[in-house]
Nanobody
Framework: QVQLVESGGGSVQAGGSLRLSCKAS????????MGWFRQAPGKEREFVAA????????EYADSVKDRFTISKDSARNILYMQMNNLIPEDTAVYFC????????????????WGQGTQVTVSS
């Protein structure tokens, strides 16, 4: 199983930017697909973006397309998410997640989760 530790959350004003990081450790990390999910108070956890360590295939939720970019540093096993033009609706706890092999947008497909990092966007 893969262990995940997120960092990089914080508080910004609308229009600002943040970059989240997720350090993955464990055996065969390169065989996993990675995802970012978020959960706002009183709401269900929702998909944000995902990619595979092995390919450049990326998926994004419609709400973040053209504003968020998921990327990776394969040598250091770090997953990133650059978040630009943030809006108050992006306020949530952001989670990094991993599942074997294929990219998915379903939280139930992911078996490994980080502890989450808070992102707060003020208007």
């Amino acid at each position: 199983q893969v262990q995940l530790v997120e960092s990089g959350g914080g508080s910004v004003q609308a229009g600002g930017s943040l970059r989240l990081s997720c350090k993955a450790s464990g055996r065969n990390v390169e065989r996993y697909a990675m995802g970012w999910f978020r959960q706002a108070p009183g709401k269900e956890r929702e998909f944000v973006a995902a990619m595979s360590w092995r390919t450049i295939n990326r998926e994004y939720a419609d709400s973040v397309k053209d504003r968020f970019t998921i990327s990776k540093d394969s040598a250091r096993n770090i997953l990133y998410m650059q978040m630009n033009n943030l809006i108050p609706e992006d306020t949530a706890v952001y989670f990094c997640a991993a599942r074997p092999y294929d990219v998915s947008s379903l939280a139930s497909d992911f078996g490994s989760w980080g502890q989450g990092t808070q992102v707060t966007v003020s208007s």
